[in-house]
């Protein structure tokens, strides 16, 4: 868990990377996507009878979730705001947009744990708008919807994945897959610039690249999906999650000495309140929790 906490927050230091460098956020996604999509084929393949069974709505919500659309929404947020505010805000705010679907769309209960849990998320959300308002910056109040945006679609990608009950790396390559077939078609009819596409190789930063590919496409693409299902089979899903509560955190201190990116002491409460409730709204303090156990929709196999 601890080497998935360090790849998932090297994924936000990536984006943070490529938001001040020539290299496009189209170039980021094909960093991102481009190997997990040649190494995952053959485990689509083999799942291809189970990938067609499921309902394409729930296939649209897994790539709009987590695939190139994600990408573009996180990367477009670190152009805008720190590392510490994207780690926060992304992952922080997870189980805020996870709880409001089971309960909106699942008619579950919301059990008082997971509430007062939320309820700082929430106070957390707010103290980092107040912190943006409060320095009148147009910029950093958009990078930080950005990142409440990101984090209602990956949301919606979590309640997908888990209605599909699909296979995690085939659902991985598949995603990648998609993301890299709409990215190729967008930067060669010209509607997406990409850095790579537009110069030769010899022009390519490639030091700077092979970076991104290490902990895009390699780290947090392929490794962390390995880790991150360790993890479970060993911790179990709850004490997984409230692991995960730490990502904020591992991100902001990693940034401090590569960004030089030290949040303000409103910032530091805002992410310790974000921490804390994603940790008291998973199921971490308590042996079951209804709020959780939600059965999703059945479908029969072969429905569109």
Known sequence: MIATLLLWSGFFLSLRSGAHSDLMTADIAIARFLIPCLVLLPLVYKARKAILAVPKRYLLGMFLGSGLPYLFVAGSGMKLAPVSDGSALIPGTLPLFVSGIAVLLFKQPASAHRLFGLGLVVTGIGLFLTQSFSHADANLLQGHMLFLVGSAMWAVFTICARVSNLNPLAASGLISLMSMLALSVLIVTGNLESYLY?????????????????????????????????????????????????????ATLLAIPIFNEAPSLLGWAALSLICAGSLIASNIFMKKDASLQYQPPSFKTGSK
């Open 198 to 250: 537009a110069h030769g190789v010899e022009q390519w930063p490639w030091r700077e690249l092979s970076g991104h590919l290490l902990l895009q496409g390699i780290g947090a693409g392929l490794i962390a999906a390995f880790t991150y299902l360790h993890a479970i089979s060993v911790l179990g899903a709850e004490r997984t999650a409230a692991f995960g509560a730490a990502t904020p955190a591992v």
